[in-house]
């Protein structure tokens, strides 16, 4: 079975620095996604970024940037030039088939906090 | 705002009671994913539907059950609750069931339940 490791519980940051955000990852799949969705205090879970196993570029969506290396089974957020609104848990997922449909798993998460 | 719409936000029950937890998909998108988030199990999937019916099944106690209408909007319904069923529940949708590999889940802001 697939598993997506945080081992980062807690990460501080100075505004306007950049930040990674350590995930790896565990499966025998070839084709796999990978996702970062982001937690703010108030609940919801907003995707962010996705990256895909074929992919040959690195994602990037704006300030966010997915650092892929696929032979150490890992997929760092990283996030540039910090904000305070980015002050959240961070959510490193995989997509686990299952019979003709899918579900994400998903790591323990990671609390970012930005300082002014 | 990810177009996944919750009812309601937040919910205060008592043990034994049941409650029917809402969730309206983005429009266009067939598939309902269902989550639980709690402190110590961290995010894990329930159930799936897809077009009305149920597609895969995760951790969910025989107690929740879930169904989706024709007009593709879910309930998950909590019987006979105990304290540790408090937890965020999430719902989120997709287009297809099983879509490509980077196909995203969108999350709504979830239900917070509190079983006292």
């Known amino acids: 079975a697939q598993k997506i490791t945080q081992t980062q519980p807690g990460m501080f940051v100075q505004e306007k620095e950049a930040v990674t955000l350590d995930c790896t990852y565990d499966t025998s799949d070839q084709s796999y996604g990978l996702f970062w969705y982001k937690q703010p205090s108030s609940g919801e879970m907003i995707f962010l970024i996705y990256q895909g196993s074929y992919d040959e570029q690195n994602a990037t969506e704006g300030r966010y940037s997915l650092n892929f290396q696929k032979a150490r089974k890992s997929a760092n957020l990283v996030i540039s030039a910090s904000q305070l609104g980015d002050s959240a848990m961070y959510f490193c997922?995989?997509?686990?088939?299952?019979?003709?449909?899918?579900?994400?798993?998903f790591g323990s998460g990671t609390r970012l906090l930005v300082r002014p | 705002d990810s177009g996944v719409t919750q009812t309601p936000k937040h919910l205060i029950t008592a043990t034994g009671q049941r409650v029917t937890l809402r969730c309206s998909p983005r429009s266009g998108d067939l598939s309902v994913y269902w989550y639980q988030q709690s402190l110590d199990q961290g995010l894990q999937f329930l159930i799936q539907?897809?077009?009305?019916?149920?597609?895969a099944k995760g951790n969910i106690l025989e107690r929740f059950s879930a169904q989706q209408f024709p007009d593709l909007h879910s309930e998950l319904n909590l019987s006979s609750l105990e304290l540790g069923d408090s937890a965020l529940y999430f719902c989120a949708s997709s287009p297809r069931r099983g879509g490509p590999v980077g196909e995203t889940q969108y999350f709504g802001p979830g239900t917070r339940l509190l079983v006292l």
């Open positions: 539907y897809y077009n009305g019916e149920e597609r």
């Open positions: 997922a995989m997509r686990e088939e299952m019979d003709s449909s899918y579900k994400l798993i």
